[in-house]
């Protein structure tokens, strides 16, 4: 066949074995990097809330954009990484270690139960089903507190990263969009939309979780516990667990009194947290849904299950995008493509 044929069927599979070609060196590419996707991703993260920062600080700065980008990253290590770094390490010294080397908990938690189910007449949850869920929150929570502490290349690669899309900030952002094959009214609404994802995620799940810590804090302090404010940082990381959530620390703490005699107190504390914890819990996310940015609770749980599976820590933030994502990709496959299809075919459009 000759080279310069021009034929449909010819400049057809020309194209498709050019992309195959791509794809195959995109997959190698993509294999071999896969373990600094958080690294990639928590680059976009800081990126997109310096972005607006950038820009000014470069005019200030009479256009060195090395030196802001400095700043700012230097800026983001102190206000953001450290304290995180600071408290999790505290709860992986003090705290895991106290849970799994004590039967403290355990002991409290079943003489309690024990004593209702001889009240009530029925099996609340076994021995071992009451371990197997104590084990999992800890589980949960030191794969949290590890994906952390562990990533020390993985931070480095971020602000390696985060240096560059910084200074290049508007080259980067006109090649992606060059390359982004949608219309141009798509793309403004693909990019506003993603940034208002990561503005909620990443100021929106962190503040509500510290903001319910701090009413479970003052709980903590009226019940008399031990060590108020080293439960308040383990609540701070419960808190962006799915489902259980700060229950995973006020409920054994509950337990626990109520065990020792400190009946009133038990009480007051296990109430305390279904009743006001919980309640605060969604009137916070209420308001960052208004302020912020709106993203529908579900996406929120099963985004949070999913990203701390695929991303580690950063997937916090990730994961509920990249569930909302998907549903606007939907949306504007919709209207790119089925819009126009029907006006071709004269049929209503989906």
Not at 43 to 66: C, D, E, N, P
Not at 163 to 171: D, G, I, N, P, S
Request: hydrophobic letters at 55%; charged letters at 15%; aromatic letters at 12%.
């Amino acid at each position: 066949m000759n080279k310069n044929d021009s034929t449909p069927s010819s400049v057809t599979m020309r194209q498709w074995a050019f992309i195959l070609m791509i794809a195959v060196i995109g997959s190698l590419i993509f294999w071999q990097i896969k373990h600094f996707i958080p690294a990639f991703l928590g680059a976009y993260t800081l990126y997109v809330l310096s972005r607006k920062w950038m820009f000014q600080l470069t005019i200030k700065l009479k256009g060195r954009a090395a030196l802001a980008a400095s700043i700012l990253m230097l800026t983001s290590f102190v206000i953001i990484l450290l304290p995180i770094n600071g408290l999790l390490s505290i709860l992986s010294s003090r705290v895991f270690p106290a849970v799994r080397q004590s039967d403290k908990l355990w002991t409290s938690a079943e003489s309690l139960i024990h004593r209702l189910e001889l009240q009530f007449g029925f099996t609340v949850l076994s021995e071992e089903n009451l371990r197997n869920l104590g084990e999992w929150g800890v589980g949960e929570m030191q794969k949290l507190v590890g994906a952390t502490l562990n990533g020390f290349i993985t931070v480095i690669v971020m602000y390696f990263v985060l240096f560059f899309m910084l200074t290049e900030a508007k080259t980067l952002e006109n090649t992606l969009y060059k390359w982004l094959p949608l219309k141009e009214q798509s793309t403004v609404h693909l990019k506003k939309q993603l940034n208002s994802l990561v503005y909620s995620n990443a100021i929106g799940i962190p503040l509500v979780a510290f903001l319910q810590s701090l009413v479970a804090l003052l709980g903590y302090w009226i019940a008399g516990v031990e060590e108020p404010f080293l439960w308040f940082i383990a609540t701070c990381v419960a808190s962006v667990i799915p489902i259980l959530g700060a229950g995973l620390v006020y409920v054994p703490l509950g337990i626990i009194l109520l065990t020792q005699g400190m009946t009133t107190q038990g009480v007051f504390l296990l109430l305390y947290g279904f009743i006001v914890v919980g309640t605060v819990d969604n009137i916070f996310r209420f308001w960052l849904q208004e302020k912020i940015g709106d993203m529908h609770p579900l996406i929120t749980i099963f985004g949070v299950i999913i990203g701390l599976n695929l991303f580690g820590f950063i997937g916090l933030i990730f994961g509920p995008i990249l569930i909302s994502l998907f549903l606007l990709l939907i949306e504007i496959y919709r209207k790119e493509f089925n819009e126009k299809q029907a006006i071709d075919t004269n049929l209503p459009p989906v």
